[in-house]
């Protein structure tokens, strides 16, 4: 499958954007802030630049997971479970609301590996985001694709760190992940078709977005540490949450004082989420 899939490496797509203040103000209402509104100049949150450059397809062109049918810009894997499994950003520049952004995508790898329920598709894409100062952000975004599912048993979960030095309380109800879903115009029907997610893909509940997880990791942050700013930030998936049931985003400054680790862990102390944000000096 390497082989088959390897001509795509190297495709690009080009989009532009305007950092609108609307999408902003909905987001901190959605992570429960209470941030006065936003006005142009003012600067982006970390990961916030996800509400732009959202993707236009025609409900036609919808597919039967809701994401859009396979091909376009990213290669027609046919296995039928896709998610973002992580990321790496790295920040060169701020962006401010009001800014003309643009971003260029590239498709930087494809892997093929056999997880233990199957085969198992990995997807790097490369986008650079540049605004009016130059480069602003560069961000790897991993994407997995998963055979079937067959109702086998998930691998034994890797226990939560125990020694958080700030912590918060997530309850993510199906109200929740509609907003983000909204906010980021994602009509994958693993966040808000409950039949769909339990029926087809046999999981069981609703599935909390990666990048909401990522987001609220990112805003633990900002709540503990108002003033510094990210130079980096690398999060990973290690096992997915669900709606109904509480969970935890965590975190603690590394002992290099440079970096602080992040992590989301399950009611049953489970890791969901890692993250690790390295401070600008």
Do not use: C
Not at 80 to 86: L, T, V, Y
């Amino acid at each position: 499958m390497d082989r088959e899939w390897a001509t795509w490496i190297g495709r690009s797509d080009r989009s532009s954007d305007r950092i609108g203040a609307s999408p902003l103000a909905r987001l901190a209402a959605t992570l429960d802030r209470n941030d006065p509104p936003p006005r142009d100049g003012d600067p982006l949150p970390p990961l916030s630049h996800w509400l732009y450059f959202l993707p236009g397809y025609r409900e036609s062109d919808v597919g039967p997971d809701g994401h859009a049918r396979r091909g376009g810009f990213l290669p027609p894997i046919p296995l039928p479970r896709r998610m973002w499994a992580g990321g790496r950003l790295t920040f060169r520049a701020p962006l401010h609301v009001g800014d003309a952004v643009s971003r260029e995508s590239q498709i930087v790898d494809v892997v093929h590996k056999q997880g233990h329920s199957g085969p198992l598709v990995f997807v790097v894409v490369r986008h650079t985001i540049s605004g009016e100062r130059g480069v602003a952000i560069v961000e790897e975004h991993d994407i997995v694709y998963r055979s079937e599912a067959r109702g086998e048993r998930d691998a034994q979960p890797t226990p939560a760190p125990v020694d958080a030095a700030w912590s918060r309380e997530i309850h993510p109800d199906p109200v929740l992940l509609f907003r983000y879903s909204a906010l980021t115009f994602n009509s994958h029907r693993i966040h808000y078709d409950h039949r769909y997610v339990t029926e087809v893909e046999h999981y069981p509940g609703l599935v909390v977005h990666g990048p909401l997880i990522a987001t609220l990791l990112a805003d633990l942050l900002r709540r503990a540490l108002p003033h510094a700013h990210l130079a980096a930030f690398t999060f990973r998936a290690v096992s997915p949450l669900f709606d109904g049931e509480r969970f935890f985003v965590r975190g603690r400054p590394a002992h290099d004082g440079a970096s602080v680790h992040l992590w989301a862990e399950s009611v049953h102390e489970a890791l969901a989420m890692e993250a690790t944000a390295t401070l600008a000096s």
